[in-house]
């Protein structure tokens, strides 16, 4: 590493350090005393030029004690001696190759003189993609531990307009997730975070898009989009501030882990690391979302090319109610549908204390023989000799009192000095103890061991963290354990994923109460939200779809809200497509629908799941709310399939339906079905004039949908339809 030591940068070229994300950038400069500023941000930021001395520009990260006493900061630690405030000073950069051709790591390593504290703000690029993704290190060099209150992982600075707006995604906790909620900003600061501990994104993602000019367009428009990498408790905060006699404003977003509660005492010789925050400044949010699926992709995502698994769950159709015959006759009917995978859920485990319901049993991952007297391998081998791979629910981190595990390991659960409070009747294991870590991995290595052949995973965890406490920590390094927490965790599942390279991973928390960049490393998509009304979920996935893949965001036809089953069928092929129905019960015209639906998501799936994800008409914003459209495209614009939803009467005209991307010299087949027994129509069309509108909205009472298939004329689809 090249680092100047205790010797102060000399020459201009020595201060200036560009972080450049390909098509946007930001520039750090050190002034005279070594303070560093932020130069430029935004699209032409990497090459900024200083116009004045970098004292004048806003600081790139400031801090408790810095210059500025009015503003919060974005470090606050108190050190070994009692001294509340932190002056850094630019010591050094290092660049070194990243992951990827053409990348960098970037780490640019500050020094407070008087205290002894290093701390190094990192940047590894994705050019390819147009992500930064951003952290910081700090070293405690100091004689004595030091408390850190706050180290936000990126702190820039904006000049916005009046019309500066956000939108954040979160609604009122279980089955409300990614509701999108936008507004303009206003001087003071506002923050947006999350709390809870273990399933934090219940309550509200660790996502934020900040547009400084105001709302941004799907095609144009500053937007920024920020992912706060953490499996924990996250926070954003934005500080707008009037400038006189002006209408901009200047604005500094912090974005990183929630410090509320979570001060941590930081040894000498340790380092502190905060998350990694992913973000990029795009031209319109097709944009944006284009350059999150392409870095979801390439940095996040376990086999991201892996086209994935229809999948029939059980879950609302048994509950916890089941035994072998009804599980069989279930899978009797994936298969006869078409399915992949049949994922047994809860309820199948707990021997003295069988789970019959949610107040016992879980801990004991042990087959309950009174529901399936031939074992979890009769179930794996019904599935096999239908065609079908066997999957499974755990709930690993759990516990409930009533249980064998919690008889024998009471002291293993997370917890204060108070009697610990139950939450669904159940308790949280503590991963700061070995032992139990090395327990939570076990549960995974028995289950798949007592069902061989098992190749598909829902990992759960239904509650949050209540009562704070951790025996592995003493008494004065308690609030340590809200991160520590989230860093074993993520230890426990990096060696189930290490271990069981080929099952698939479904992640969940009481829905989609664990989505974040961070976690998802170590699976393959999750469970988005327990609220399967396809209403619901339609908005649900428009949200989530910002940031994800199609391939993550696991969507299954359920009977939730009683909607019509075309209608919920479209809802679902339009992310990653799968069933949660009671298909026995299905009557012939069900069954028909089901049909027609596994047909088109074998059509359609590689399209959905890997395709350019292109939004048409917003469910979310706008004057009507009642329609959404969005469409998927291969890469070179010979195909397309486009999903039109009408969600409540109509009462507006009809939008246009535009679809761009398509080549306009082309003709192509257009299919349209609403999978009802109506004949699906077919036609040929130019690229042009689908550019212009003429796929047609065609959709006239609530609760239908369109399914538009496109396809250049002479090609065919991958299964070879
Ligand atoms: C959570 C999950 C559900 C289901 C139940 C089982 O609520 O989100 O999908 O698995 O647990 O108890």
Redesign the pocket.
């Given at each position: 590493m090249q680092d100047t030591g205790d010797r102060a940068p000399t020459r201009p070229d020595d201060r200036t350090i560009r972080l450049d994300a390909g098509s946007w950038g930001w520039t750090w400069s050190a002034d005279d005393d070594g303070r560093l500023h932020q130069v430029g941000l935004g699209p032409s930021g990497a090459g900024a030029a200083l116009d004045v001395d970098a004292v004048w520009y806003p600081d790139a990260h400031p801090t408790w004690g810095g210059p500025d006493p009015y503003r919060p900061p974005a470090l606050r630690i108190t050190h070994t001696d009692g001294t509340t405030t932190t002056r850094l000073r630019f010591s050094g950069v290092e660049r070194r190759p990243g992951p990827d051709v053409g990348d960098e790591v970037v780490r640019i390593t500050t020094i407070d003189d008087e205290v002894d504290l290093r701390v190094t703000f990192c940047t590894r690029t994705h050019r390819a993609s147009g992500v930064l993704e951003q952290w910081v290190e700090v070293l405690n060099d100091e004689s004595g531990a030091v408390t850190v209150w706050d180290v936000d992982s990126i702190a820039p600075a904006f000049l916005v307009g009046p019309e500066a707006s956000v939108v954040q995604f979160g609604g009122s906790g279980w089955a409300d997730e990614w509701a999108w909620s936008a507004e303009r900003l206003t001087p003071g600061t506002k923050v947006f975070d999350s709390l809870g501990g273990i399933q934090p994104h219940l309550q509200r993602s660790p996502f934020l898009l900040l547009e400084p000019n105001g709302p941004a367009s799907e095609t144009s428009g500053d937007t920024v989009g920020c992912s706060i990498l953490w499996g924990g408790n996250t926070r954003f905060a934005v500080d707008v501030r009037p400038r006189s006699g002006e209408q901009a404003r200047d604005l500094r977003l912090r974005a990183g882990a929630n410090p509320l509660g979570a001060h941590y005492v930081l040894d000498p010789g340790r380092t502190f690391t905060s998350p990694v925050v992913a973000w990029t400044w795009a031209d319109g949010r097709q944009e944006l979302t284009d350059r999150f699926h392409d870095w979801t992709r390439a940095r996040v995502l376990r086999d991201p090319d892996r086209t994935r698994p229809i999948v029939v769950n059980n879950?609302e159709t048994t509950f916890f109610s089941f035994d072998h015959d009804r599980i069989v006759g279930l899978v009797d009917r994936s298969a006869d549908l078409g399915a992949d995978v049949f994922l047994l859920?809860?309820g199948w485990f707990g021997t003295s204390h069988p789970r019959d319901d949610?107040t016992a049993g879980l801990g004991d991952w042990d087959v309950d023989r009174r529901k399936l007297p031939e074992g979890l391998p009769g179930l794996v081998s019904a599935a096999s000799e239908r065609g079908l791979r066997f999957g499974i629910?755990v709930e690993p981190e759990m516990v409930n009192p009533r249980s064998d595990l919690f008889d024998a390991h009471p002291d293993w659960v997370i917890r204060d000095r108070r009697t610990p409070r139950e939450h669904r009747n159940q308790l949280a294991l503590d991963p700061l103890l070995g032992e139990v870590r090395d327990f939570e991995v076990g549960v995974v290595d028995r289950v798949l061991g007592i069902a061989p052949g098992t190749s598909y995973l829902?990992w759960?965890a239904?509650r949050p963290v209540t009562d704070p406490g951790s025996r592995a920590l003493p008494p004065d390094r308690q609030s340590n354990a809200w991160v520590d927490w989230v860093h074993a965790t993520w230890e426990v599942m990096e060696r189930v994923a290490t271990a069981h390279p080929d099952v698939e991973l479904m992640l969940?928390a009481?829905?989609g109460g664990r989505t974040d960049h961070g976690t998802l490393r170590f699976f393959h998509e999750f469970?988005t939200s327990?609220n399967t009304d396809p209403v619901a979920r339609i908005r649900m996935q428009w949200a989530c779809g910002h940031w994800f893949p199609a391939s993550t965001i696991a969507a299954h036809v359920t009977a939730w809200g009683g909607r019509p089953l075309p209608f919920a069928c479209a809802v679902a092929l339009s992310a990653r497509f799968g069933f949660d129905l009671d298909l026995e019960a299905l009557d012939e015209e069900g069954t028909a629908v089901c049909r027609r639906a596994v047909a088109l998501a074998r059509r359609t799936q590689d399209l959905v799941q890997h395709g350019r994800l292109r939004r048409l008409v917003s469910p979310v914003e706008g004057e009507d709310r009642s329609r959404a459209a969005l469409a998927y495209l291969s890469p070179d614009g010979d195909r397309a399939v486009v999903f039109c939803f009408q969600l409540d009467e109509p009462t507006d005209p009809p939008p246009d339906l535009l679809l761009a991307g398509l080549d306009d010299d082309a003709t192509y087949e257009v299919a349209v079905t609403d999978l009802t027994s109506r004949r699906e129509s077919v036609r040929s069309v130019p690229g042009s004039e689908i550019r212009r509108g003429a796929l047609g909205w065609g959709l006239t009472r609530a609760l239908t949908a369109r399914v538009i298939e496109v396809r250049a004329s002479g090609t065919r689809n991958r299964s070879g339809a």
């Open positions: 879950w859920d809860d949610d629910w829902k759960d239904n969940c009481s829905g469970w327990d």
